[in-house]
């Protein structure tokens, strides 16, 4: 942590920038890096590939974070040290990659997810920590550096929803006490949990009876969804309104690992993946390229629907069977 501050007071202008279809821990660790840069006397801005999903826009309600599909004016972008929190592939920053040097020498990488190399460079990995909010919290104390209420509520609703409502394995004592000195700042928890789990629109409803209908289970212990763009855009939602769904799978017992197969176009396939306590899934998906924690993880499949879910099933059984 102390190196990671250290790298970056050595900058004096910043991009920050996360995944593409920002997450509430993604949007919450920007906002609260910015927030600390900016106490700090740097010039820093938010660009993400995408702009935030409606549903998040709680996270940013003011409206900080830009995207790539709205700038104008790209040489805002230039000669910045970018930084990429809550996530380590760079395919997954879409455009913002032409912008990263060959060297990686205007890149940082600040991330939680399971399985990166560390160098304290570029890359600096806390695979302990249940958010990357958190990670931005401690870094936030180590500069002395106290939040505004909106940061804290964008902070604490990026660890709500990244530990599921501190549900998730790597939540830890650290956790709850970031939370509870988060919410000295006037969080209301009732309507941070409100706004990030309830207040779907009907036809979220629909469509999980769609999916449904047409659940599959393996071996009586592995589940899947498989969904396809025409019936998403049917109901009039985004795949944005997905999110969550796939950890229902994992509710009974018996199932062990739960996969959402999502058709995004004619030849790609998104593959969600969660599974319970000591399962780990994280091989199925590293083959395409994928990632993220051992119970919770994705990747996406150039392949249509159903190939995607033929080749990538017998994947998900194999990481069961090595339990």
């Known amino acids: 942590m102390e190196l990671l501050l250290q790298r970056l007071m050595e900058e004096e202008k910043f991009l920050l920038t996360t995944h593409r279809t920002p997450d509430p821990d993604g949007l919450g660790a920007e906002l609260g890096l910015l927030h600390l840069l900016k106490c700090k006397?740097?010039?820093a801005i938010i660009m993400n590939s995408e702009?935030?999903?409606v549903k998040m826009r709680f996270v940013d309600p003011e409206n900080l974070?830009?995207?790539?599909?709205s700038l104008k004016d790209k040489s805002v972008i230039e000669g910045r040290l970018i930084v990429v929190v809550d996530n380590s592939d760079l395919k997954r920053i879409d455009d913002l990659q032409a912008y990263v040097r060959e060297d990686k020498s205007n890149l940082v990488i600040i991330d939680h997810h399971d399985?990166?190399?560390a160098d304290n460079r570029i890359?600096?990995?806390f695979p302990s920590t249940g958010s990357s909010c958190e990670v931005v919290f401690e870094l936030m104390s180590l500069a002395g550096v106290e939040p505004t209420e909106s940061v804290a509520?964008?902070?604490?609703a990026g660890i709500v929803?990244?530990?599921?409502n501190f549900r998730y394995r790597k939540t830890d004592s650290r956790t709850h006490e970031i939370a509870a000195k988060l919410m000295r700042f006037g969080i209301n928890p009732a309507d941070v949990a409100e706004k990030l789990f309830e207040n779907s629109p009907l036809a979220r409803l629909l469509l999980k009876k769609k999916l449904y209908a047409g659940m599959v289970i393996e071996q009586g212990r592995l589940a899947y969804f498989k969904i396809r763009k025409s019936d998403i855009i049917e109901l009039g939602l985004s795949l944005d309104d997905l999110d969550?769904?796939?950890?229902?799978?994992i509710e009974s017992d018996d199932i062990q690992a739960g996969i959402l197969f999502t058709e995004r176009e004619a030849q790609q396939t998104k593959v969600s993946v969660r599974s319970r306590g000591s399962i780990n899934m994280l091989a199925s998906v590293e083959k395409y390229g994928g990632g993220g924690h051992k119970n919770a993880c994705g990747a996406t499949i150039p392949m249509d629907l159903e190939t995607a879910i033929a080749d990538f099933i017998p994947e998900a059984l194999r990481c069961l069977d090595s339990v």
Do not use: H, Q
């Open 153 to 156: 509520r964008s902070l604490y």
């Open 51 to 53: 702009p935030v999903p």
């Open 41 to 43: 006397g740097k010039d």
């Open 123 to 125: 890359m600096f990995a």
């Open 161 to 164: 929803a990244d530990t599921g």
């Open 115 to 117: 399985g990166m190399l």
């Open 244 to 249: 969550g769904v796939v950890n229902e799978l």
């Open 65 to 69: 974070a830009a995207d790539m599909k």
